[in-house]
């Protein structure tokens, strides 16, 4: 299933280590970037409910030429559908608008740590899908240690991914030790550095892939500063969801399963972690 590596959850089941990420992609265009990601190999498409392109998501599966046996996907809870009867409503309005039967990962798309108790209630649906065989995998995204420690302390499964914001100014490394510890997958949201990319100057101390250190890697090894990062993602054991709509990068963001970093250069790049963080803060996240 997929180009590159696979990783397996803790319940067995399998997912592409690299996939497609289509936060911020419009209506218009998220079909298309589906269906140009699938037909160049990618095996996982990462939507959510909040993302308001579910519908597209699966119009571009089912657009493509590849078989939905051959395609893993996830979409995930918005808070502002947190509690147990409202997520088994939401979770079938996702079903609907994907056009499938059943999703390969279903994710909380965030703590909500002032009403945590809805967090918990939202989890147990969560544990209903997947006994139901209407979810694969369940998991969630951006929790700390902490909030995952909370979490299975009142829960009966133990999340299969955690997806959280991780790039090489963003490394999250106590995070990604918890989850090796825990059996929990680790997976990048903005895996190039994104967010900050967009806000920044457009100086290396901003931009990731105008750091020294990651363009004299891409000289190195002949490929961009992105694919230098996204391999420095596969390289740590984490799966990496770049975002794009455009055919050509694309198809440039999987081409790097012919390479891969000595130890010494993910360390390198490893250290370039400044500590900022691009996105909401998990521990004040709201419902929206």
């Not at 996907?73 to 509690?83: P, V, Y």
């Not at 390969?104 to 989890?123: G, K, M, Q």
């Not at 890697?217 to 596969?234: N, S």
Request: a negative charge.
């Amino acid at each position: 299933m997929g180009i590159g590596p696979s990783l397996t959850f803790n319940n067995g089941v399998e997912m592409p280590a690299f996939g497609l990420g289509v936060f911020q992609s419009s209506k218009e265009d998220t079909a298309a970037a589906v269906r140009t990601a699938l037909e160049a190999g990618y095996g996982l498409i990462d939507t959510a409910a909040g993302y308001q392109n579910e519908a597209e998501v699966g119009k571009g599966i089912r657009d493509s030429s590849v078989a939905r046996s051959e395609i893993f996907i996830t979409t995930k809870l918005r808070t502002r559908d947190f509690g147990y009867e409202s997520a088994l409503r939401a979770f079938d309005a996702s079903l609907t608008e994907l056009g499938v039967d059943v999703v390969d990962l279903y994710l909380l798309h965030w703590p909500v740590p002032r009403i945590f108790e809805n967090t918990v209630a939202s989890w147990r649906a969560c544990e209903r899908f997947l006994a139901e065989g209407r979810a694969r995998a369940i998991g969630v995204c951006n929790f700390t240690p902490a909030q995952l420690s909370t979490l299975m302390e009142q829960t009966e499964v133990v999340p299969a991914l955690n997806q959280i914001e991780l790039h090489p100014f963003f490394v999250q490394a106590d995070h990604s030790e918890t989850h090796r510890k825990l059996g929990i997958v680790t997976q990048a949201w903005s895996p190039i550095g994104g967010i900050q990319r967009y806000r920044g100057d457009g100086s290396a101390e901003r931009d990731p892939l105008r750091h020294p250190v990651i363009a004299e890697l891409a000289r190195k090894y002949g490929k961009t500063p992105a694919q230098v990062v996204l391999r420095w993602q596969l390289d740590l054991g984490h799966s990496p969801i770049p975002k794009s709509i455009n055919p050509q990068r694309i198809l440039e963001n999987a081409d790097i399963f012919d390479f891969a970093l000595l130890p010494e250069e993910v360390a390198a790049v490893s250290a370039l972690d400044t500590g900022h963080r691009g996105g909401p803060d998990p521990n004040t996240h709201g419902p929206t």
